[in-house]
């Protein structure tokens, strides 16, 4: 608006003055008289609500109604001054100015002199217009309200300031495809977010890392293992059976070993391999060493070079704990075996593996030339690793008894210089079943020498065919097969070829004797014979033997 319809602040004072042109040329309104104020001025002079000013009139009182459903048309109620805008602060069309108030008491102004028209604005959102202000004792006009769309601006009225009130319902298309468009929105920049924060993180955290910074640096520790352990684990079967196992420091002839020996019984009687205290046999020295480093002497009970046994004992020691004897025809091949040694002198050594095979035919020694050194044995063959050291050691199952009697190895071509020569272990190692070492140690400890089974006759050892034939003579010349033997009496003849022994295959002599020993004198055996094209199987009784 121009200046001449703005309202001076002087206007409504209790005196009006009169009404001309003002020195420039401009009109002023008359001012009229100042009402008598309703209360005593204040001694302070402090207005109590400030100046007087312009007022505003009230909106019609409005009465609560139901209100429509959001998206709902509203009625279009018309007032007594016409339709009310489409939405509060809306702007109305144009409409005539209202005429001039008319000051009461004061003459006549004149009319304000015709202004240039304002240009044309578009309406503030959200804003109304103020009315005139009115000179006390006038009447409040009235202005005109163009018409608009049927709409009121009331209905919509939220007291609490939170935007118009609606029923809950269905959510319009346009603002749930908003909606979720946002939510995919604010999902994707936060996986973006995420991603960007983890490759910094990472190629900080390298850096970091790499040069070695943040302070000191302290390293990881398992906690604390506990004590115990499972009896068939490992650990649990050595801890059982260390107690029992011996070292064995034997000189003797000129010669010095060391093997290992376990306890048989609380008479301190002691198992071992008749290779470890050969070299003692004559007047030697041999001494014992616990688990718990104690050492006591021992001397030789019994030994067969056969079977590859020995038995020594040890006195004045006690609370002596023997290892129990298990049953090796039982065994199976898997099954999980510990050995106990001193591999190189390593006392108390523990190995583990599994039974890699059974019923191995193994000879050894043979170093007197005759044979008469010569084992025979029926191993059981393992993996454990088994070292010069670990020979007449114990192999023992998952409960700790004992199986088989550690005896031999099988080597790589060649040995280290350092150890004269001893190779050490591939993982081919061999035991003596223990159900034959358990008979060949008691006749050592009752006896002082074990039998062997045999068949009698003379068996053709330079025979290269398949199978263990009869030789034609014995060694110092006389029958092959001894008159009034077993083998006599079942009808063995020279020449005959046995190729079975209880159904068993035996390719070799040193098989079928194998096959042989691994019984007991008096054990009935079925043998299968070839001669001259003709097979035949004949069964006979075992006999005994002092000798190898």
């Given at each position: 608006m121009n200046e001449g319809n703005r309202v001076p602040p002087g206007a409504g004072t209790e005196e009006a003055a009169g009404a001309g042109p003002t020195p420039d040329g401009d009109f002023e309104l008359a001012k009229p008289a100042r009402?008598?104020?309703?209360?005593?001025?204040?001694?302070?002079?402090?207005?109590?609500?400030?100046?007087?000013?312009?007022?505003?009139?009230?909106?019609?009182?409005?009465?609560?109604?139901?209100?429509?459903?959001h998206g709902t048309p509203l009625p279009s109620p018309a007032g007594p001054h016409g339709p009310a805008p489409a939405f509060p602060g809306a702007p109305s069309p144009a409409a005539p100015a209202a005429p001039a108030p008319a000051v009461t008491g004061g003459p006549a102004t004149a009319?304000?002199?015709?202004?240039?028209?304002?240009?044309?604005?578009?309406?503030?959102?959200?804003?109304?217009?103020?009315?005139?202000?009115v000179v006390a004792g006038a009447p409040i006009p009235v202005p005109p309200?163009?018409?608009?769309?049927?709409?009121?601006?009331?209905?919509?009225y939220d007291p609490w300031g939170r935007g118009p009130l609606q029923q809950a319902?269905?959510?319009?298309?346009?603002?749930?495809?908003?909606?979720?468009?946002?939510?995919?929105?604010?999902?994707?920049?936060?996986?973006?977010?995420?991603?960007?924060?983890?490759?910094?993180?990472?190629?900080?955290?390298?850096?970091?890392?790499?040069?070695?910074?943040?302070?000191?640096?302290?390293?990881?520790?398992?906690?604390?293992?506990?004590?115990?352990?499972a009896p068939d684990s490992v650990a649990g079967i050595a801890a059982r059976a260390l107690p029992s196992v011996v070292t064995l420091h034997v000189s003797g002839s000129g010669e010095e070993g060391t093997g290992t020996g376990f306890v048989l019984d609380d008479r301190g009687h002691i198992l071992t391999n008749n290779h470890v205290v050969a070299a003692a046999a004559s007047g030697g020295r041999i001494s014992a060493t616990f688990s718990d480093g104690d050492s006591v002497r021992a001397t030789v009970v019994g030994r067969d070079s056969g079977y590859d046994l020995a038995v020594v004992q040890v006195h004045g020691v006690r609370g002596l704990t023997p290892l129990t004897l298990g049953d090796s025809d039982g065994v199976r091949v898997g099954d999980p075996v510990v050995a106990i040694g001193a591999p190189f002198d390593l006392a108390n050594t523990v190995t583990a593996g599994i039974i890699s095979a059974k019923e191995r035919p193994i000879t050894a020694g043979g170093e007197e030339g005759d044979g008469s050194d010569v084992s025979y044995v029926d191993a059981l063959q393992t993996d454990a690793p088994i070292n010069p050291g670990n020979s007449g050691g114990p192999l023992l199952d998952s409960r700790a008894h004992v199986i088989g009697i550690n005896s031999a190895i099988r080597s790589a071509d060649g040995g280290s210089d350092t150890e004269g020569g001893q190779a050490g272990s591939i993982g081919l190692g061999f035991a003596i079943p223990v159900n034959q070492a358990r008979r060949v140690?008691?006749?050592?400890?009752?006896?002082?020498?074990?039998?062997?089974?045999?068949?009698?006759?003379?068996?053709?050892?330079?025979?290269?065919?398949?199978?263990?034939?009869?030789?034609?003579?014995?060694?110092?010349?006389?029958?092959?097969?001894?008159e009034g033997g077993p083998g006599a009496r079942a009808g063995l003849a020279p020449g005959d070829l046995i190729t079975r022994v209880d159904g068993e295959r035996v390719h070799t002599g040193e098989e079928l004797i194998v096959k042989v020993r691994a019984h007991r004198p008096g054990d009935r055996l079925r043998l299968t014979v070839e001669h001259g094209g003709a097979e035949r199987e004949v069964s006979l009784v075992l006999g005994t033997s002092e000798q190898n």
């Open positions: 009402p008598t104020p309703l209360h005593e001025p204040d001694p302070y002079s402090t207005p109590p609500y400030g100046e007087p000013g312009p007022w505003a009139p009230a909106p019609p009182v409005q009465h609560p109604g139901t209100t429509p459903t009319p304000a002199p015709p202004s240039a028209p304002l240009p044309e604005t578009a309406p503030l959102q959200g804003l109304t217009a103020v009315p005139e202000p309200v163009a018409p608009g769309p049927a709409q009121d601006p009331w209905g919509r319902g269905a959510v319009p298309d346009g603002e749930r495809r908003n909606g979720r468009r946002g939510r995919r929105l604010l999902v994707v920049w936060t996986l973006a977010v995420a991603l960007v924060a983890s490759g910094i993180g990472g190629v900080v955290g390298a850096y970091v890392e790499r040069e070695g910074l943040g302070g000191e640096v302290t390293l990881p520790q398992a906690g604390s293992v506990p004590a115990g352990r140690a008691e006749e050592l400890i009752n006896d002082g020498h074990a039998t062997h089974p045999v068949i009698g006759v003379t068996l053709d050892m330079g025979y290269t065919g398949d199978g263990a034939r009869i030789d034609d003579h014995s060694a110092n010349g006389g029958p092959a097969v001894i």
